[in-house]
T-cell receptor, first 115, second 113 residues
């Protein structure tokens, strides 16, 4: 069964609104989770590293004020897309590892469509 | 140069064929290597890890050449259900640092009846 659960699996929102995506590790504690974005026919691109109890680390070119990350507990990280625009429409996926250098488990992904 | 480069594909092969995917990575300090499979509109799922000595899992064989910074995946006796995008994934995290995976752009495989 899934070890990382992501919710919602899809969402449609209006331009200018905010959308929150949740990522939960189900049977292990994850001090670090990762958020990716994937555009059609492209690979996953790391957006940010979510660190429990501290600020997220954002990749170059990713606006931290637009993509708010909160990792308030060892099993939950949230990504909030603020003031969404149509160009933010994408597939957002989170991942976590049980231990260092081990397999990454991915959430089911969230398909965001901004209209 | 991209950090992880893969054959662009797409590969369209008949059932039963053998198909090979290649991948190169630029960071010689990379620690671990994987092949993931991603079905359309789904999350990636681990197909197999890649070990220095090469490893096999049923019809799938993965090989790693650290000197050439090259990874391969061989699929024998391909099935219709093998149709997917195959992602070459490299973990460039150093010991003690957060895990970060770098993904290749993926190679699309379609197995035809």
């Amino acid at each position: 069964g899934a070890v990382v659960s992501q919710h919602p699996s899809w969402v449609i929102c209006k331009s200018g609104t905010s959308v929150k995506i949740e990522c939960r590790s189900l049977d292990f504690q994850a001090t670090t989770m990762f958020w990716y974005r994937q555009f059609p026919k492209q690979s996953l691109m790391l957006m940010a590293t979510s660190n429990e109890g501290s600020k997220a680390t954002y990749e170059q070119g990713v606006e931290k004020d637009k993509f708010l990350i909160n990792h308030a507990s060892l099993t939950l990280s949230t990504l909030t897309v603020t003031s969404a625009h149509p160009e933010d429409s994408s597939f957002y996926i989170c991942s976590a590892n049980r231990q260092l250098n081990t397999e990454a488990f991915f959430g089911q992904g969230t398909r965001l469509t901004v209209v | 140069r991209k950090e992880v480069e893969q054959d662009p594909g797409p590969f369209n092969v008949p059932e039963g064929a053998t198909v090979a995917f290649n991948c190169t990575y630029s960071n010689s300090a990379s620690q671990s290597f994987f092949w993931y499979r991603q079905d359309c509109r789904k999350e990636p799922k681990l197909l197999m890890s890649v070990y220095s000595s090469g490893n096999e899992d049923g019809r799938f064989t993965a090989q790693l050449n650290r000197a050439s910074q090259y990874i391969s995946l061989l699929i024998r006796d391909s099935k219709l259900s093998d149709s997917a995008t195959y992602l070459c994934v490299v973990n460039q995290g150093a010991s003690g640092s957060a895990r970060q995976l770098t993904f290749g752009s993926g190679t699309q495989l379609t197995v035809l009846p």
